[in-house]
C-alpha cells in the first residue's frame, strides 16, 4: 500500500486509543490494531447503509474473514486521537478485499488488509456479493475498487 | 474477606499474566482482575462436576452475575505466576456467594466477590439452586459455605 | 444508589458497544463494564481539567483504586448506543469515591462505584487530595459530593 | 504454509479458550489469535532460554513487530483445548520469521506468520540477531529455519 495517503479514502472514522488498549511499553499492544480494523468495518457498512450484521444478512449472506495482513510503521500511544481510514480496495465474484489506514494525523501508523469472503447464511458456502451491495460501494468509493471478477 | 487466606480454599487454579493485560504502569489493568474471577468460575464449575454452561443447562438453570465487589491490595505484573483460590461462600435458597483470592505464592493481591442468581433458563426467573449442584459444592468445599436460606 | 437517574450527574460521556466487547451470550460481558467505568475517569478528569495521568502528576500525585462494586441490573448488547454518566460521589482526605451509571437511554443497566486513594508519586504513600482538585470537582458538579473528611 | 502439519513444529505451548474471547457467534475473535500468537512468542522464547524480555535485553536488543499475516481456516470455540505450535521460520540478518500454526488436534485452525525486527535498545535502530540467539534457535528447531542472509 506504498504512496496510499488519506486522500485515498472516503471513509473516516475517529478513535480514541484506550488505557486498557496499551502494553507496558506505553504503546498500542499490536493485535488492538486487528480490533480497530473490524470498528472501522462495522461503522463503513453502516455508513453505506449496510450496517452489520443485518445489512447482508437481509440478502441472505454474511463476511467471514479468510486473511488479514498488518504492516506496522509505528505506535499509537495512550489518549491518541487516531482516524481509522477505510476503503473497499478490492472486489471479487464472491471476495472482498478491505483496506484499513490507522491513521494520526497525516501519519500513516499501521495498515490492515483484510480479505472477507462472502457466504450463505445456511450453508455457509461462498455465494456471490449481492448486486446492491457492490453498486453501493463503486458508488461510495471515489477511488474505485479494483475489480478481479473470472474473466468470461 | 480479612483473615482469609489460601488455607480456606479447596479449589486452586494456576495463571501465568500475559503482556495483553498489563497496563502502561506494568501492572495488571483492573477489569482483568474480574476476567481472571470469570476463569475461577468456569473451572471450578468443571472440577466439581457442573462444566460450564451444560452442567447447569441440564437441569434447566443457568447463572446470572448480579453484583461484583472487588477489594485491591496489590498489583500483579506482567508473567507472574498467579493462583486463582475460589471457593462457593455462601448458598442461599436462588443465589450464591462465590468468593476468589487471587494469590501470588502466599500474598492475596485482589479478592473478588461475586453474586450469582439461578435463573430459569427459558423465562429468566429466579429459581431454586438445584439440589445436586448444592450437594456436591457442600461435599467438595472443605470450609463450608455459610446458608442463607429463608427461615421456615 | 437506589433512586439514582441520570438528573444526579453532571458528566456523560457516550459509548457504543464494541463487537469485541459482547459474549456468546450476546451481551456485554462483565469485566468490560469496569472498563467502561475507567474510560468514564479518563473522560471525567478530561472534562474538568485535570487529565489523566499528567492532571495529578504535576500536583505529584496519582490515583489508586482500591474497591470496586458493581450492581448489574440488565445487559447492555452489541451496537448498543450506551451514555457513561458519573459524577465524584464521595470525597474524603486522601480518598474519593466515584460513581458510574451505564445507561442505555434513561435505563440503567449498571452501576460501578469505585474507591480511589490519592497517593504521593514517589513513595506511594496516601496523601491529602489537593485543593485545586477539590475545588474543582465541588464547582462542577450540581449535586454535591459526600464529604467525610476527619473530624477536628 | 500449504502442507505444514504439527510435524514440523519442535515447539508446543497448550492454551485453553477463555469466555472473554469468545464473540456472539460463538467463535473466537479474530484479534485473539495474534494474541495467542503472542503468547506463543513469550512461550518459546522462554523455552529456549531468552526469556521475554529480558533475554534478549541483556544482549542490547529487542523485537519489533513488522508485519503479521493471518490466515484463518476454521474457528476455535469456547473452552476449546488448543495447541499453540510455534517455530523459527526464517532468520534473516536482522530479521526473523516467526510462525504460528493455531491446532486443535490435527486441524489447523489458523496460522499466523510474523516479521520481527531485532533493534538496539537505545537507538532502535536495526541491529544484527545476535549469535547466541542464532545458534540457540538453530539447535532447537528440528526442521531447520530458512536462512535469508545477504551474501557476500
Chains 1, 2, 3, 4 share one sequence.
Not at 4 to 21: A, K
Not at 22 to 51: C, H, K, S, W
Not at 56 to 73: H, K, M, P, Q, Y
Request: with cysteine; net charge neutral.
Amino acid at each position: 500500500m506504498d504512496g496510499v495517503s488519506r486522500q485515498d479514502f472516503t471513509f473516516f472514522h475517529p478513535l480514541r486509543v484506550r488505557w486498557s488498549e496499551v502494553d507496558p511499553q506505553g504503546i498500542v499492544f499490536n493485535p488492538n490494531y486487528l480490533a480497530y480494523a473490524d470498528i472501522a468495518l462495522t461503522e463503513y457498512m453502516r455508513r453505506i447503509g449496510f450496517p452489520y450484521p443485518d445489512g447482508l444478512l437481509r440478502l441472505g449472506s454474511d463476511l467471514f474473514t479468510v486473511r488479514a495482513e498488518i504492516n506496522f510503521r509505528a505506535s499509537a500511544k495512550y489518549d491518541d486521537e487516531l482516524d481509522l481510514a477505510a476503503r473497499v480496495s478490492r472486489i471479487g465474484r464472491t471476495s472482498l478485499g478491505f483496506s484499513v489506514g490507522i491513521f494520526r494525523g497525516d501519519q500513516m501508523l499501521c495498515e490492515v488488509l483484510l480479505t472477507y469472503v462472502n457466504a450463505a447464511r445456511e450453508t455457509q458456502k461462498p455465494m456471490k456479493l449481492p448486486e446492491p451491495f457492490v453498486e453501493t460501494v463503486i458508488a461510495f468509493e471515489k477511488r474505485p475498487p479494483e475489480r478481479t471478477l473470472p474473466s468470461a
